[in-house]
């Protein structure tokens, strides 16, 4: 089976460097007409240049694609839907939505200006919902939507020194979760790529031993698939990196169950303190609801 996207419209935001602009070239390359978001500029979200989008643009048309620049920043609203009338301008439609664009200011929380802090939220987790935003009642009037959030190790797992950084990926989970029951009767798929790659936003922070495998263009395969027609997953979150691929759940212990019409003290808390930490038979985290059901049928009221 060939994945191809002839007849759909991709936006991929940040698309002018590291992995969007691998993301964009993959799907450009199979059919997709794509509009290119970027409004260039350092890691850290400062300055900006038209020729990162431009340069991405000319590469997906020498290849026989179709491709158009966009430049606004997603972290302003107005400017962010704007990219979705990029494409309802260029082409008539939008199917394929991969938030991509970030931005970095690490720094330790105690020294963090809350400015930084707010930066990298609203790049991340806002600029995401205003692009998904603006594309939602098109994707649901169509009854077709594939999006993609990227949200990051650094965030489900933590990382010294990135706490606005891991907030805001983390925060990209919450809508993901939400929005694949608000989409699912509308066939809108959203899924997220947990990615690690060499990119300019890693280069300082893995060893070059283990940095010489991770190609950007490694991430883009499962984007892709995320991006198909044929992609029936909602909700999940595929890790990838350096040709690993892996499915992303959370995790619930046993735990324990007390009565629940009797109370409950911090030292039993404390007493049960191994079972509930226990991981050794773990469950689905989104089974927890069922899970309880089951328990209190034990108890009569
Ligand atoms: P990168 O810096 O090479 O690319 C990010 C792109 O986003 C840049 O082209 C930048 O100009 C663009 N961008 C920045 N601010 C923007 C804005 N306001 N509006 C639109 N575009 C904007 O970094 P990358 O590694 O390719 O990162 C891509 C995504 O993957 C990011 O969301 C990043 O957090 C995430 N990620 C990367 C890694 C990794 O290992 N590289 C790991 C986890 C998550």
Known sequence: MTIRY????????????GLGRQHALLLGSRGAKVVVNDPGGSVDGRGGANAAAD??????????????ANYASVADAEA????VQTALDTWGRLDILVNNAGV????????????DFEFVVK????????VTRAAWPVMREQRYGRIVV????????????????GAAKMGLLGLMNCLQFEGASYNIKINAISPSARTRMTEELLPEAVLKWMHPELISPAVAWMCSEGCE?????????????????????????FDPSQ???PEMFADALPQIMSLERPMDHSGAFRQLEENLKRFVS
């Not at 962010?80 to 990219?83: F, N, R």
């Not at 790049?123 to 205003?130: P, R």
């Not at 933590?158 to 950084?165: L, V």
């Open 55 to 68: 340069a991405v643009v000319a590469e997906i048309r020498a290849a026989g694609g179709e491709a158009v």
């Open 263 to 265: 109370p409950v003290t």
């Open 80 to 83: 962010a839907a704007g990219i």
């Open 233 to 257: 997953a909602s909700g999940e979150i595929i890790w990838a990196a350096a040709g690993n691929y892996a499915r992303v759940k959370y995790l619930q212990s046993q735990g324990v169950q």
């Open 150 to 165: 990227t949200t990051s190790i650094s965030g489900s797992v933590g990382n010294f020194g990135q706490s606005n950084y």
């Open 6 to 17: 002839d007849g759909r419209v991709a936006i991929v935001t940040g698309a002018g460097a």
């Open 123 to 130: 790049v991340h987790l806002l600029g995401s919902v205003y």
């Open 104 to 115: 970095l200011r690490d720094k330790s929380f105690h020294k963090l200006e809350l400015s």
